[in-house]
């Protein structure tokens, strides 16, 4: 679900040269939170107010929407993306990982935006992606790579470090059976 609220209502399309562009749970994720590892909601709220033209109150009103539905048991706390570490403090960086299997079908839904039907890219493109897994996860490009060392060794995608520039093949076909064995365990 996080996956898909960070792309508002543009769905996979390809990414904004601004992500507030596309609102501010697009823009919270991959602005705000890239830049920073604590944060209180006045500086959110704040921050927001000048990106954003809407009146105080709604932005305030919105951004709570959207900090309780990462702090609050019955949205998206299980992910840990967000954890509110006092009143009104929050820390980022810290997020549950999905399995690998997930993963792997996240990447393959960026693959298909911004790669389309090759079956190669060089692996720094992956790492360093464009509203990718790095913000999407909350992990550093080098959390990334052990985690595509990990879906190299299941098999879902090979990289060839050889020669530079490495590279990355995908070995999945359908992605939604990736998404099947994410949800078998």
């Not at 919270?28 to 921050?47: A, G």
């Not at 990982?97 to 090759?118: C, E, K, M, V």
Request: proline share 4%.
């Amino acid at each position: 679900m996080h996956f898909y609220l960070t792309f508002g209502d543009n769905g996979l399309n390809p990414p904004p040269e601004d992500p507030a562009d596309w609102g501010g749970w697009t823009w919270f994720v991959y602005t705000f939170l890239s830049q920073r590892k604590t944060f209180t909601r006045q500086e959110l709220e704040s921050y927001a107010g000048s990106i954003f033209t809407k009146a105080a109150k709604n932005i305030a009103k919105d951004l709570n929407i959207l900090l309780r539905a990462y702090t609050e048991p019955h949205a998206l706390f299980g992910c840990g993306f967000v954890k509110s570490s006092e009143k009104d403090k929050f820390v980022v960086g810290q997020a549950n990982q999905p399995n690998d299997y997930l993963i792997a079908y996240l990447l393959s839904q960026l693959w298909q935006r911004d790669f389309g039907d090759t079956n190669s890219v060089q692996t720094s493109k992956i790492l360093q992606q464009t509203m990718g897994l790095t913000s999407i996860l909350g992990i550093s490009t080098e959390a990334l790579q052990t985690v595509l060392d990990r879906l190299e060794a299941i098999a879902l995608i090979e990289q060839n470090r050889a020669v530079s520039p490495a590279e990355t093949v995908r070995r999945w076909h359908n992605p939604l059976d990736l998404l099947e064995k994410a949800y078998a365990d």
